[in-house]
Nanobody, 126 residues
Framework: HVQLVESGGGNAQPGGSLRLSCVASGYRFSSGEMSWARQVPGTELEWDSGIYAGHGLTAYAEFVRGRFTISRDDAKNTLDLQMNSLKIEDTAVYYC????????????????????WGEGTQVTVS
């Protein structure tokens, strides 16, 4: 069964940390880029961070750079997001996805109509 399953969301205080994890199954995880994206209900989907296949280079949106770290373990088919120095505005549902693609530099584009998306995990900072 082809799927992405996120875990690790929850509540945190401003300045605190959370770690999200995603387990992929049913397809060749190591072959493609992976991303974390987030969405507050009623607002646009935001790409947060991406990691390339192979060399594992990473890219971050301006608003999380220096605070979030994306990583992957191709042997375990897992994608992680370490979130530090959390802010109230980081509150959102976070999605693990193959549905984001790099455009240029640290700008990636995501579409819910493309690729695989997990169910999401809620992160609340308050």
């Amino acid at each position: 069964h082809v799927q992405l399953v996120e875990s690790g969301g929850g509540n945190a205080q401003p300045g605190g940390s959370l770690r999200l994890s995603c387990v992929a199954s049913g397809y060749r995880f190591s072959s493609g880029e992976m991303s974390w994206a987030r969405q507050v209900p009623g607002t646009e989907l935001e790409w947060d961070s991406g990691i390339y296949a192979g060399h594992g280079l990473t890219a971050y949106a301006e608003f999380v750079r220096g605070r979030f770290t994306i990583s992957r373990d191709d042997a375990k088919n897992t994608l992680d997001l370490q979130m530090n120095s959390l802010k109230i505005e980081d509150t959102a549902v976070y999605y693990c996805t193959t549905g984001c693609r790099p455009l240029f530099g640290d700008t990636w584009y995501c579409s819910r109509d493309v690729g695989l998306w997990g169910e999401g995990t809620q992160v609340t900072v308050s």
